[in-house]
């Protein structure tokens, strides 16, 4: 008889593309959305929480300005005659949905935030993974261009309240009209060579001016050394885009006479410079200057997607790279307008905009600037000196929780203390809480300072510590009272 083959183990690794997250990096996750959510409150947007799982049918076309409509998500059919189900790719698409099944409920202009994972079925590399976390506002409802300044204004506040300072963030906005109204003076329709300049406009913060000059003519050698060939447009037709791209002055008025300047007699192009001048004065009366935010033509973001203003948050300190080399920190935020969204369900177009942060980027801006990633303390430990008393440490440790502080008994086998010392230091614990048979007896316990511990155990000479003990014995009844006066000493 043949012998059974075993069942090899699974390995016990994360799938590719995604990750675990442990303690201190949930919590700063979860810290930064409840901040967040505090500002999108205040600005009068209420909470959604949709569900992760969409229609396909229901998430139309997948990424924006990718074209490849069955590509991107995790889908799955459960039967053969069953719809095309899939994870959400962001927070976007599900509340066009939403809001085309209950607009008769909802007010108009319908204003709302949603936080939450989300999944793309993209080639994973380095800091791209395929769940990761976005933070959005959205307004559905309201054609005026104030509701565009607003986001503005919101995402400058909320990078503030998240620990980014003023002067550290630039908002930056553009148009998507005005973009289509140089594409009108250049004469491009519809069709290969009118996305081929579209593609090298986007080039535009890689490649600079040059750049962007030599791709819309002939083309260009990239720093591989590869040729990459040009649209081919004369440097007359070429123009158009280059004085748009370089539009930007130190002058707001300036910079919009010279975005004038490059649509010339297009309406469209015009409508969208004049959109721009009215988000200006709406943010300038609210007192928000180009300091923090600016109108910057050399945002070209969803090209296919948007239909209006759009704006993107960019950190402007420098971190040093991979190798050594500064770079500035980049963009943790985006968005703009989108008015066709909806229609996909309605038939009618409805009026949208909104903005969404990288969270994970944003909180990876904050380790940078020291803002965040500190050692963050774990809870009180209560040793187990005798198994048989556990009762009286879960007392304990009772006291401690209804007094606000974080605490747990040790659980593992009590046999061995330094077991139990290795534990809290593994832990974070601040506090090491000790009551043998002989402190029950003179109704004392020993209350050890870990941090202070940890500190002497550290220093070159001992003669600094001598006037600060790391272990105290109190009576049993000034537990709280003792633990309270370390952490305020330690500074939890």
């Known amino acids: 008889m043949a012998k059974e083959k075993k069942q090899p183990r699974p390995k016990a690794e994360t799938p590719k593309g995604f990750r675990d997250y442990f303690g201190a990096e949930v ?15 205040l600005y009068g947007f209420e909470a959604l929480e949709s569900s992760a799982v969409e229609t396909v049918e229901a998430l139309g076309k997948f990424l924006p300005d990718v074209d490849r409509p069955n590509d991107g998500v995790f889908a799955w059919q459960e039967d ?71 986001i503005c204004a919101m995402l400058a ?43 090298t406009i986007d ?5 600079g001016e040059s750049g962007v000059r030599e791709l819309l003519g002939k083309g260009r050698l990239d720093v591989s050394g590869a040729y990459i060939d040009g649209v081919g447009l004369s440097d007359e037709q070429a123009g ?42 709406l943010l300038d009366a609210q007192g928000y200057g180009p300091d923090r935010v600016v109108i910057d033509p050399s945002v070209v973001r969803g090209l296919g997607y948007y239909t209006g203003p759009v704006f993107e948050a960019e950190l402007t300190f420098d971190i040093l ?9 980049g963009s943790v935020a985006g968005g703009g307008r989108y008015d066709d969204l909806v ?12 903005v969404s942060i990288g969270v994970d980027r944003l909180l990876a801006a904050l380790r940078e600037k ?39 008994v040790y659980l593992g086998n009590p046999k061995n203390f330094g077991n139990q010392m290795k534990y809290a230091d593994r832990r974070g614990a601040p506090i090491a809480v000790i009551e043998g048979g002989d402190e029950k007896e003179r109704g004392v316990i020993q209350i050890k300072d870990l941090i202070l511990g940890a500190q002497i155990a550290q220093s070159a000479t001992l003669e600094e510590w001598k006037e600060r003990p790391s272990q105290f014995e109190v009576p049993r009844d000034q537990l709280i009272e003792k633990v309270r006066e370390i952490l305020e000493e330690q500074g939890g």
């Open 343 to 354: 229609k996909r369900f309605t038939g009618q177009a409805v009026p949208a905009t909104g």
């Open 27 to 41: 919590t700063e996750r979860a810290e930064m959305l409840q901040a967040i959510a505090r500002v999108y409150h």
């Open 80 to 150: 053969e005659n069953d719809d095309w189900l899939a994870l959400r790719y962001d927070l976007t698409a599900p509340l066009a949905r939403v809001y085309a099944q209950h607009r008769n409920d909802l007010p108009t202009p319908y204003r709302r935030y949603a936080m939450g994972p989300v999944w793309r079925n993209e080639k994973p590399g380095p800091g791209r993974f395929r769940q990761f976390y976005q933070c959005d506002a959205d307004t559905v409802g309201a054609p005026s261009v104030a509701a565009d300044a607003e």
């Open 321 to 329: 790279d991979e190798k050594g080399r500064k770079r500035q920190f």
């Open 203 to 207: 080039k535009f913060d890689k490649v």
């Open 157 to 199: 506040d909320t990078l503030e309240t998240v620990g980014i300072a003023r002067g550290d963030y630039i908002v930056r906005v553009n148009n998507r009209k005005v973009l289509n109204g140089v594409l009108e003076v250049m004469g491009l329709e519809e069709g290969e060579q009118r996305d081929a300049v579209l593609r």
């Open 240 to 281: 158009p885009v280059l004085a748009f791209l370089t539009s930007k002055s130190a002058d707001t008025a300036e910079t919009l006479g010279n975005l004038r300047t490059a649509v010339g007699e297009s309406v469209i192009g015009l409508e969208g410079v004049q959109e721009l001048e009215t988000i200006a004065n």
């Open 370 to 408: 020291g803002r965040i990633g500190g050692s963050i303390n774990g809870p009180v430990v209560v040793t187990v000196m005798d198994r048989d008393r556990m009762a009286d440490y879960q007392g304990m440790v009772g006291e401690l929780r209804r007094a606000g502080i974080r605490a747990e």
